[in-house]
């Protein structure tokens, strides 16, 4: 990564093409994002984690040698041996080589299906492993675990856990992360990953790993403390060490626990070698972060075009998405500083810990460190070492209970720790360089290019810079419309308009509209109650998915969701299912939201689905639309034992009565029996829990790129209350919200927060609380079955064809192989097909046979 980071910065600044860059790669691959390596198991395409621009290896100055490990190093000489006996000669000499996984003195950790976690190639190994255990033995889960507690170990765990497979983590240590994290975050920590079924044993020292007597693969772990763990696969992620086995075998000086020893300019002993990243020891320390790594690549750079630049410091500051779980530390996380004291919130029902380490005075930010939930981060890790305004602990309280002081960060304050940009550089981007949107400060500082955390402190920055300047902060929709999707939204309402066409010459600024505002307008029809997504003109302004009412899939097929309100369905309901999905070669899978998902559907497959499916009771479950999903539940007092409100009755009461309902971004809702919360209804849009006088209503939560829990907004409300109040909510959301805007974001920036939203609908404070009932009225008495209406108008139905002049035949470029009983999309490599890269190998010409 710091290798690909250093070419990258001397093209972009080496304007003379003073400089040659020869990059020789171990692997067979573009240098790709080891941060994101979990990823490769949803992808499944190394090509997905490829940093940066592709072109920058098409450059005439840089030549990347792929699969070709450099043997030796003659300093002499100035030259490299490759692993193919070339020699290559150097100016200057940049070892980026990383390093490796390290590999405990515990017998059997030779046994096959004991795997390390570091590279691609690892990686795909131990989904191979798994994938072949499981296929073994179908009945029984695969068992793994994961020797080290840390941040691999815990990717290493949340992969096994998407592979279907049963994780434990064994951690040597006190808690979980202890290099991040003290033992009130580590222990907080524990509880989440335990919630998420994957099992945790600290203070665990593994003694032996035993084979299968059978097999005489890796079978079983003993403890220390006389336990013992059975096991299918065992991943190590106990730490890495430096690789600089080159350095030592070129007499370079290396630090005692490893590393090639450089000073400030990243420099060797030897003037023409230098080192970055984790194989390098500055001024004896390596460091394991990519940020430092980052840094030490832009010094080299500017020490190879005349500058005088010094590695200015590691910021360790680590913020991480852990399985969905929020974890962040930053400066001295574990107090350690003479007199510091530290302020902790604590909260193991919500399973939230954050804890600010502060001088003696409690006046100096020292360090922090969140756990579930890391909101403060962004703001307060640029406050390291500054003096913080007010009460520190109003700073870690929960919404709704405090106001925390504003920030004014100092300019030299670091905001992205990635690419090492300050607040200053942020400001410089407006004030100086005319930046004037999140995209141009980007382009400008490199901000948030990285990883991204900082992105939501970098907008704040640039917009209150631009407010100062006097700058009207831009909210118009795009290019065609100056109003925002909220302003438009009621535009529309008001006029009474019902096409895009009139909506256009009414509010728009001329052209045909572009792919920001005609989906917008599609979705702001359908929630005004404007017929058919496929009606008429309406039909040119859906995106992808919505234009055929199913999603779209890798190979350009489809998948069928039909609705399953509250999870609930009969067993001939399942049964119609089957025989769809086994006529149709269907894959099949249970999604999270309790419904059965049918892939590898062809276009002109989609009305026969949908016939059988809707002559069967089911409709669209509108799995393709920013509209209600799902209403999830548990089964609630109906059969459990701890249930206190029918929680399956209310499910399928609000999803029969949203379905349909279009908004700026999905929605979800979670419906649980009691405190339990086995709906995981506070992930949710909106989360309903049972008590025993009612409900609490949650509002704001989401999963996916950015989890939230979602916050109270009324406790314990009767059938009726809860109906009323979540149509409000959610009508209020649609009409407001900005376009894509997940819930949980707009309740941070709609006026008055959660507060603001709680007047709103509990205490009609904007006095549209009849009008909000009105239209959610209009829209349970309007609802349609999508697919059933296309199924009955033969000019919709006449859109789902494979080929205008061959509606009925097949796709041919659709090929599949067998997969766990099912199957699933062929690879290019397992369909034959020669994917071209960006080098191309010249051979001697082959007789016509073999060619």
């Known amino acids: 990564m710091v290798a690909q980071r250093l070419v990258e910065a001397l093209r972009a600044r ?63 000489a100035r030259t490299v041996t490759d692993r193919l006996g070339r020699t290559h000669p150097y100016d200057e000499l940049v070892l980026a080589t990383g390093s490796y996984a390290a590999v405990p003195p515990i017998p059997g950790t030779d046994l096959p299906g004991v795997f390390v976690y570091r590279t691609i190639d690892d990686v795909a190994a131990l989904r191979g492993w798994v994938e072949q255990k499981r296929a073994a033995n179908p009945a029984r889960p695969v068992r793994g675990a994961v020797i080290g507690g840390g941040l691999l170990g815990l990717e290493a765990a949340g992969a096994l856990k998407a592979l279907g497979a049963h994780a434990t983590v064994i951690q040597f240590g006190s808690h979980l992360m202890d290099v991040q994290t003290d033992l009130g975050g580590g222990q907080a920590l524990a509880r989440l990953i335990n919630a998420q079924g994957i099992g945790v044993r600290c203070s665990s020292a593994t003694q032996v790993m035993r084979p299968h007597r059978r097999t005489g693969h890796v079978g079983r772990l003993e403890f220390a403390d006389g336990g013992r763990l059975d ?52 001024e004896g320390v390596c460091y394991g972060l990519v940020a430092p790594g980052y840094a030490m690549a832009e010094v080299v750079v500017d020490r190879l075009l005349g500058g005088q630049a010094t590695f200015p410091g590691a910021d360790t500051a680590t913020k991480l998405k852990l399985n969905g779980v929020d974890v962040a530390s930053f400066g001295d996380a574990h107090a350690r500083s003479e007199g510091s004291v530290e302020v902790v919130w604590a909260d193991p029902v919500a399973g939230v810990y954050k804890k600010l380490v502060l001088s003696d005075d409690a006046r100096t930010l020292l360090g922090g460190v969140f756990v579930g939930d890391a909101t403060p981060y962004a703001s307060l890790r640029p406050m390291l070492g ?43 981007a407006v004030t100086q360089h005319g930046c004037t949107d999140l995209a141009g400060v980007k382009a400008c500082t490199r901000a948030g290019t ?7 402190l970098v907008k704040k920055i640039a917009t209150a810079e631009l407010e100062k300047a006097g700058i009207t902060v831009s909210k118009a929709l795009c290019e065609h419309f100056a109003l925002s999707r909220a302003g438009l939204f009621e535009a529309v309402r008001v006029a009474g308009l019902h096409t895009f066409s009139e909506i256009l010459d009414r509010f728009g600024q001329g052209g045909r509209g572009c792919d920001i505002c005609r989906p917008v307008i599609g979705s702001i029809l359908a929630s005004l109650g404007n017929g058919h997504v496929l009606a008429g003109e309406q039909a040119t302004l859906q995106d992808t998915n919505d234009h055929v009412l199913a999603n779209m899939q890798k190979d350009g097929t489809y998948s069928v969701v039909p609705r399953m309100p509250g999870g609930e369905v009969t067993p001939e309901g399942l049964i119609v299912i089957g025989e769809i999905a086994r006529d149709f070669g269907l894959y099949t899978k249970i999604t999270g939201g309790q419904r059965v998902d049918m892939f590898g559907a062809r276009i002109e497959q989609l009305p026969l689905i949908w016939k059988r499916l809707v002559d069967a009771g089911f409709e669209s479950g509108h799995a393709y639309g920013k509209s209600l999903r799902t209403v999830k539940s548990c089964v609630g007092s109906t059969w459990c034992r701890y249930g206190v409100q029918d929680s399956v009755g209310m499910a399928v009461r609000l999803e029969l009565r949203y379905r349909g309902l279009r908004s700026p971004h999905k929605l979800k809702l979670g419906v649980s029996g009691c405190a339990r919360e086995c709906a995981e209804a506070r992930g949710k849009d909106v989360g309903v829990i049972a008590t025993e006088k009612g409900w609490n209503l949650y509002v704001g939560g989401n999963g996916g ?41 707009w309740l941070d920036d709609v006026e008055g927060g959660l507060d603001g939203v709680r007047a ?18 209009e829209h349970v008495a309007g609802y349609e079955d999508e697919w059933k209406a296309v199924l009955d108008d033969p000019e919709k139905l006449a859109r789902f064809s494979s080929f205008v002049n061959a509606p009925t035949t097949p796709d041919p470029d659709l090929a599949y192989v067998p997969e766990r009983g099912q199957k699933r999309p062929a690879t290019p490599a397992e369909r034959g097909v020669l994917v071209a890269g960006p080098v191309l190998t010249v051979r001697e010409p082959q007789p016509e046979e073999a060619r």
């Open 386 to 428: 500054a003096t913080l305004p007010g009460d520190p602990s109003a700073y870690l309280l929960p919404e709704g209970a405090g106001a925390a002081p504003q920030l004014e960060l100092p300019d030299d304050a670091a905001v992205c720790s990635c690419n090492n940009v300050s607040a200053g550089t942020i400001r410089e």
């Open 760 to 777: 709103v609908v509990l205490e009609d404070s904007l006095g549209i609380g009849a009008d909000l009932d009105a239209a959610m009225a």
């Open 231 to 282: 096991v299918d696969v065992v991943v190590l992620a106990t730490g890495v060490r430096p690789r600089d086995e080159l350095a030592r075998a070129a007499g370079l000086e290396v630090a005692p626990r490893g590393g090639a020893v450089v000073d400030l300019a990243c420099r060797t002993a030897d003037e023409h070698v230098h080192a970055i990243g984790e194989v390098a020891a500055v």
């Open 450 to 456: 990285t990883c991204g955390s900082c992105l939501p």
């Open 14 to 76: 080496d304007d003379a093409g003073t400089w040659h860059v020869d990059v020789f790669a171990e692997e067979p691959r573009l240098p790709y994002d080891r941060v994101q390596l979990t990823k490769y198991f949803e992808a499944r395409d190394a090509d997905d984690l490829a940093l940066g621009d592709r072109s920058l290896w098409a450059d005439p100055l840089v030549t990347l040698h792929r699969d070709v490990k450099v043997e030796a190093i003659d300093r002499e």
């Open 705 to 745: 790129f950015s989890p939230k829990h979602a916050r109270l907004l009324a406790e314990d409300l009767t059938d009726d209350e809860l109906v009323r109040t979540i149509d409000r909510f959610l009508l209020y959301y649609v009409r407001t919200a900005d376009r894509l805007q997940r819930s949980a974001a």
